[in-house]
Structure formats: structure tokens, C-alpha cells
């Protein structure tokens, strides 16, 4: 069963119970009209739920309901945890932000950048400066995803089979030395793209603890926080609750299945995917952000300490530019003016460029089937939102969620 419920009455923690209702109001239409297969959505303040709602279908075919315990694909959402797990080991002395990537995955010292040309006859250049441990957790390593589809590096990427996700045909190390490989999009510091660099600093992870990225997480964080049913695979004996993966129909707004890719995570993978490769629960997912609203610590459990979560959570972009200032920005559906990046997270630096309610100092992310979370440390806000729906730009749901969160709060 899920521990999921409302827990206290939201008056008594400064927000409309009435209000609270447009959360719910706004989505079901999402589902009723066909564009989303169903939902479910939590806010809580002061570490109380004050709001949990369940709606539509975790697999529309089948008649199956979305419940509290449906299993979703979490993606993005998983590079938090990495990130996590890095600071863990800095903490431990296990390694350090300004540690070399080359110390742990010798191919990237002889990486080289793009400088022109065609992905079919590329220009490039040496490294000028080291790619370092906090080069990818802020996304500033100069790597890149194959979907970006800004410049040749890209296509490269889809070229060389890296075209959707981790390839589950070699093992992390593997896979790392096949980015090595490529060159970069920017010499490393110079500027900001979203990228694979998680998924290298989960093979860092994996060097500098000597356990696999899986065990590390397992031992390390999810039996510690109670997530029992977040992982790298689904269990046979959990796969009845996996909600099925849908594409946008751009033709009707509707929805398609992605029957092919359903069926990737019933097994275990070949390369843990610390960028995008476990799956979770709204119950599990909710714990981990406690832990993080916590200042690293959960039911007596501390995973990490407070000034690590304050480390991780402030800009660590140059001159305290927003990540519209400063890099390659996707056509997301939270627009990056406003944002900075810390060191995993994308943090509220401005919060009137953001033209979205909020509180300087909020943090957040979400994954490519359109899952979603932020942290907000002022007003002490915590909101998730789950669904199955790739990409995650199709709508805006992260800007409507927070504005009727915010919209329901009273003091």
C-alpha cells in the first residue's frame, strides 16, 4: 500500500483546500480530451501533504487504473539521485568536485572538441583545460544528447547508436569510452548543455566506490530512504503495476503507445543509466525529496549533510548567469531565463525572469515522459507531478502546476 495521503488540513499550514481543487480541475481535462493517459500529483508544505490526486489510466488499453503505487519511468529524474550519490563520495573523501574525469575514465583525457566542419568530416581541437567532476554535474562538460539536434555533434552521437537513451548493448565503462570518443560540443567550462554527463559521473561513481552504480544506489540510498520499488528494472512480481509509455499524436493531440520501449526496463540493463534509468513511485520519489527538503537526512537517516544541500542548490554558473545566458537551452516547457543550474538541480535565480510563481532559491528537474518535482526552500513547498507522456515539452505542465500551487497559498 502507499503511504501517499493527505495529512493535514491545508488551512493550518497556509493554503486553500478550495483552491488546491484547480490542481485537478485543470488536468483531468488533459485526460478526458485524450492528451494525457492519467496522472498523479502531490504538494505538500512544511513536509505535510496537503494535496494528493490520482487520475485517468497507467494503461489505457488495458481499462487499468493510475493508483499511488504505479510504477512510472522516472528518466531525468533519476540524475538527482547521481548527483546525490557523487556528493556522497566527496563527503567521504572518495573524490573531489575538481577531480579530473580522465582520473576515473582514462579515454577522456585524449577527448577532443568540435570546431567546425560536419558531423561526416569534423574540425576539431584539443582540450585546452581538464574536464572536472563538477563539469558534469552541472551540465558545463561540453557533451551532449543525440535529441538536442543543434549542431553535428549531435548527429554524431545519433551516428555512433547512442540515439535514444543509454545503449544496452555494452556495459557503463563501455559506453563512456564511446563518448570519450566524440568530441565535444565546447571546450568543458565554457558553456552549458543538457547531456550524458550523468551518466559519466555514474561510472565515476562507480570507479571511485568500486561498486556498480546499481548496488551503490541500492545500498546507498534506497534501502537507507524505504524507496523499495525504485530501481533499474521492474520486477516480474511488480510489473502488473509499470503504467504503459505514450508519444504525443501531434495530428489529434492524443496519445500513441511506445509498445517497443515499454519492455526495456523488465529486465535488468547492461549499462546502469545514472542519467535517465530508474523507475519509481510517486511514495518512493516523495521520500527521496523529503530527505533532500530535510537537509539531507530522513527518518533518522542522514544521506548527506545540510551544507551539502546547500552546495548543490545555489547557482554554480559564472558570473551568476541563468542558463539562458550561458548555454544551448532546450525547447523545454519551463523556459530557462531566470534559471541557473547547481550541481544537479536547476535552481531560481531571478524569480521575475521566470514569469512563473515562485521563490528564489527553488529547485527542480523532471523526465522526458513529462514527470516533474521542485523543491522550494522559502515557502517550503514540495510538488511532483507523474504521468507517461514523451517528450515532456508537448505541454506546459510544470508552469500551470505552479501556478495554482502558489495560486492556493493564503499566508
Keep these: 500500500m502507499s503511504e501517499l495521503q493527505v495529512t493535514i488540513d491545508p488551512k493550518e499550514v497556509g493554503m486553500s483546500a478550495e483552491r488546491l481543487t484547480n490542481i485537478d480541475k485543470h488536468f483531468k481535462q488533459y485526460v478526458d480530451d485524450g492528451r494525457l493517459p492519467g496522472y498523479a500529483c502531490t504538494v505538500a508544505r512544511y513536509g505535510q501533504l496537503v494535496h494528493v490526486s490520482k487520475y485517468g489510466n497507467r494503461d489505457i488499453e488495458a481499462g487499468l487504473p493510475i493508483e499511488l503505487d504505479t510504477i512510472y519511468r522516472i528518466y531525468s529524474m533519476t540524475k538527482p539521485i547521481t548527483s546525490i550519490a557523487c556528493m556522497m563520495l566527496v563527503e567521504e573523501g572518495k573524490l573531489q568536485l575538481t577531480d579530473e574525469v580522465s582520473a576515473f575514465i582514462p579515454a577522456f583525457a585524449d577527448t577532443r572538441v568540435f570546431t567546425g566542419g560536419s558531423a561526416f568530416k569534423p574540425v576539431t581541437e584539443p582540450i585546452a583545460k581538464p574536464m572536472r567532476v563538477w563539469h558534469l554535474l552541472t551540465h558545463t562538460a561540453g557533451l551532449t544528447y543525440s535529441f538536442n539536434h543543434f549542431e553535428a555533434v549531435d548527429d554524431m552521437y545519433r551516428r555512433a547508436g547512442f540515439d535514444f537513451g543509454v545503449p544496452q548493448t555494452d556495459n557503463l565503462e563501455a559506453v563512456c569510452n564511446r563518448y570519450a570518443a566524440l568530441p565535444l560540443v565546447f571546450q568543458p567550462g565554457?558553456?552549458?548543455?543538457?547531456?550524458?554527463?550523468?551518466?559519466?559521473?555514474?561510472?565515476?561513481?562507480?570507479?571511485?566506490?568500486?561498486?556498480?552504480?546499481?548496488?551503490?544506489?541500492?545500498t546507498r540510498i534506497l534501502k537507507p530512504l524505504g524507496m523499495n520499488d525504485t530501481g533499474f528494472d521492474v520486477p516480474a512480481?511488480?510489473?502488473?503495476?509499470?503504467?504503459?509509455?505514450?508519444?504525443?499524436?501531434?495530428?489529434?493531440?492524443?496519445?500513441?503507445?511506445?509498445?517497443?520501449m515499454?519492455?526495456?526496463?523488465?529486465?535488468?540493463?547492461?549499462?546502469?543509466?545514472?542519467?535517465?534509468?530508474?523507475?519509481?513511485?510517486?511514495?518512493?520519489?516523495?521520500?527521496?525529496?523529503?530527505?533532500?527538503?530535510?537537509?539531507?537526512?530522513?527518518?533518522?537517516?542522514?544521506?548527506v549533510s545540510?551544507?551539502?544541500?546547500?552546495?548543490?542548490t545555489m547557482n554554480h554558473l559564472p558570473d551568476n548567469m541563468d542558463v539562458s545566458q550561458f548555454g544551448r537551452t532546450l525547447g523545454e516547457e519551463v523556459f530557462y531565463d531566470g534559471l541557473g543550474f547547481g550541481l544537479g538541480f536547476a535552481v531560481v535565480i531571478d524569480q521575475a525572469r521566470t514569469r512563473v510563481a515562485c521563490s528564489n532559491g527553488t529547485y527542480s528537474w523532471g523526465g522526458m515522459a513529462s514527470t516533474a518535482f521542485w523543491i522550494d526552500p522559502v515557502e517550503e513547498i514540495t510538488a511532483t507531478f507523474y504521468t507517461q507522456l514523451i517528450p515532456s515539452t508537448t505541454y506546459p505542465i510544470r508552469p500551470f502546476l505552479r501556478s495554482m500551487v502558489y495560486g492556493a497559498i493564503t499566508e
Design 190 to 218: 565554457t558553456s552549458w548543455n543538457y547531456s550524458v554527463a550523468t551518466d559519466v559521473l555514474g561510472r565515476v561513481i562507480e570507479v571511485a566506490s568500486g561498486m556498480s552504480l546499481d548496488q551503490f544506489f541500492q
Design 237 to 260: 512480481a511488480k510489473a502488473f503495476r509499470l503504467a504503459a509509455l505514450y508519444n504525443h499524436n501531434a495530428k489529434d493531440n492524443t496519445t500513441i503507445r511506445l509498445a517497443g
Design 262 to 303: 515499454e519492455e526495456n526496463v523488465l529486465k535488468p540493463p547492461a549499462a546502469f543509466s545514472g542519467g535517465g534509468g530508474l523507475v519509481s513511485t510517486a511514495s518512493d520519489y516523495w521520500r527521496f525529496l523529503q530527505m533532500l527538503e530535510n537537509g539531507g537526512e530522513l527518518d533518522g537517516v542522514r544521506i
Design 306 to 312: 545540510p551544507t551539502t544541500i546547500d552546495l548543490m
